[in-house]
């Protein structure tokens, strides 16, 4: 789940190398923190969050194939 | 875009040398011819090569393909890709497989939101903007002819009661399909009304 945010996250941003996502693993759920260049911020919440909403829903699909419950967290 | 210039006795030659340097196939490049060859004077004077120049054409639907394949295996999806095709603005994929009911999700929320990464993804530093649609077993397909056929009977309707008809509320996908399929009947006009998510189209006779 940790590659699938960081791959989309670093495809939608003008600088990859910034881009930080940590995995911190709980027994039924799943904490993703992202994090990326301050002016990149806008690229991975989108207008009205569309494009964070997006990413969660793709983040959770693949969380249920592992029975699991994911929250995708962008953090400054 | 790649390309290269290539000499060669006939124009053929000259094609065949170029497609060979660039590792590509006729049907993936355009081709332009700078001279003709001209055999000139018994053979010898002023006798001249053909030069062609071979550009390797613009694929967008490779690159979705590629990128939806990492993204698949990274959610670790039971995939494979039947068809991506690009025509006329919009790439094409089909997906097949043994995930598709998660890959869909709840009222097409997860495809959708695939599709929309997509569309941004591919769509980064391009000029011209190309649209990104993904089928899960052609079933948007399936739903599109539907919608077409139910447009066309709706603008019967119309034409037959004089009266306008409101459609259920569809997304800005759907309602662009209705626009389109009678955007050539010169007796109806098409428009939308209300706010997202219950923007709705109106089928009404033009005055």
């Known amino acids: ?58 983040a959770k699909a693949a969380a249920a194939k592992e029975g699991k419950r994911v929250s995708v967290e962008i953090i400054k | 875009m790649e390309s290269v210039e290539k000499r060669g006795k006939s124009v053929d030659e000259a094609i065949k040398a170029a497609l060979e340097e660039l590792g590509a196939e006729f049907e ?20 001249k ?3 062609v120049r071979v550009t390797l054409r613009d694929k967008p639907e490779a690159k979705v393909v590629e990128i939806l394949e990492k993204i698949l295996q990274c959610m670790k999806i039971d995939y ?13 994929v089909n997906i097949v497989g043994n995930d598709m009911g998660l890959l869909i999700g709840r009222k097409g929320e997860t495809l959708n939101s695939l599709q929309f990464l997509m569309g941004l993804i591919v769509n980064r530093g391009r000029e ?11 079933y948007r397909l ?18 037959r009661t004089n009266r306008s008809v409101v459609m259920r509320p569809m997304t800005p996908q759907e309602r662009r399909i209705v626009h389109t399929v009678l955007q050539n009947d010169p007796a109806i006009v098409t428009y939308s009304q209300g706010e997202e998510p219950n923007r709705k189209v109106v089928i009404s006779l033009k005055r």
């Not at chain 2, 494979?80 to 094409?92: K, L, N, P, T, Y």
């Open chain 2, 49 to 51: 090569s053909a030069l």
């Open chain 2, 142 to 159: 399936k739903r599109e002819q539907g919608l077409r056929e139910l447009a066309l009977r709706l603008s019967e309707k119309v034409k």
């Open chain 2, 128 to 138: 011209d903007k190309i649209r990104v649609m993904l089928d899960v077993e052609d």
């Open chain 2, 28 to 47: 993936d490049v355009t081709i332009e011819i700078l001279e003709e060859p001209t055999k000139g004077l018994l053979g010898v004077l002023g006798k």
């Open chain 2, 80 to 92: 494979r890709i039947q068809a991506a095709e690009f025509s006329e603005g919009v790439v094409r």
């Open chain 1, 1 to 58: 789940m940790r590659e699938l945010v960081e791959l989309i996250a670093k495809s939608l941003v003008d600088q990859p190398e910034l881009v930080e996502v940590t995995q911190v693993e709980g027994e039924k759920s799943v904490i993703i923190e992202l994090k990326v260049a301050p002016d990149d911020m806008g690229k991975v919440i989108g207008k009205q969050g569309k494009i964070a909403k997006s990413i969660r829903a793709l």
